[in-house]
């Protein structure tokens, strides 16, 4: 990529945000932000009790993501967030309007069996159908590209590279 770009790492719980958004700022050269560290604590309570989050809840979430997005405008930076509503996505593109989107895909049942073998996340299973069920796909007019989350944490970061890399030419 010629330009250091902020990229947001999105998808639904268990695509491996937290897992492939580090792979990808290294192959990158720049930062890393875990877009969950930004979460007050009341919606970090409410998730771990199977409780979705309302947008209201995610409004200053969003907020902090966008500042922290903002401040990299033009050095570069990768964060994860779920970004899954088209409203999200616009919220940080107001606070950020050079981000571009890595949206993280793939077959509900393997991401569930994905959630199921993590260790000390907050976000339960339970809640992947709701993920699912707001989720809002990139529109074509949004920067950013869907990559499939099948294979390994490393083969997932290399085409989010080559597919971010398209994105220059």
């Given at each position: 990529?010629?330009?250091?770009?902020?990229?947001?790492?999105?998808?639904?719980?268990?695509?491996?945000?937290?897992?492939?958004?580090?792979?990808?700022?290294?192959?990158?050269?720049?930062?890393?932000?875990?877009?969950?560290?930004?979460h007050p604590p009341a919606?970090?309570?409410?998730?771990?009790?199977?409780?979705?989050?309302?947008?209201?809840?995610?409004?200053?979430?969003?907020?902090?993501?966008?500042?922290?997005?903002?401040?990299?405008?033009?050095?570069?930076?990768?964060?994860?967030?779920?970004?899954?509503?088209?409203?999200?996505?616009?919220?940080?593109?107001?606070?950020?309007?050079?981000?571009?989107?890595?949206?993280?895909?793939?077959?509900?049942?393997?991401?569930e069996d994905r959630m199921?073998?993590?260790?000390?996340?907050?976000?339960?299973?339970?809640?992947?159908?709701?993920?699912?069920?707001t989720l809002q796909p990139?529109?074509?007019?949004?920067?950013?590209?869907?990559?499939?989350?099948?294979?390994?944490?490393?083969?997932?970061?290399?085409?989010?590279?080559?597919?971010?890399?398209?994105?220059?030419?």
């Open positions: 990529m010629s330009t250091p770009h902020v990229v947001v790492v999105m998808g639904v719980a268990g695509t491996g945000k937290t897992t492939i958004g580090p792979l990808l700022a290294t192959e990158l050269g720049v930062p890393y932000a875990e877009g969950d560290d930004f919606n970090i309570a409410k998730m771990s009790a199977g409780t979705p989050l309302t947008d209201d809840d995610r409004w200053p979430w969003l907020d902090a993501i966008g500042a922290w997005a903002h401040s990299r405008a033009g050095l570069g930076g990768v964060v994860s967030s779920s970004a899954l509503k088209r409203s999200y996505r616009d919220r940080l593109r107001a606070a950020a309007p050079g981000v571009v989107f890595v949206h993280l895909t793939g077959d509900r049942a393997l991401i199921s073998h993590r260790q000390g996340h907050f976000m339960p299973t339970a809640l992947l159908d709701s993920q699912f069920a990139l529109g074509s007019d949004e920067a950013g590209v869907a990559v499939d989350v099948t294979g390994s944490p490393e083969e997932i970061s290399e085409r989010a590279f080559e597919a971010l890399g398209a994105l220059d030419r």
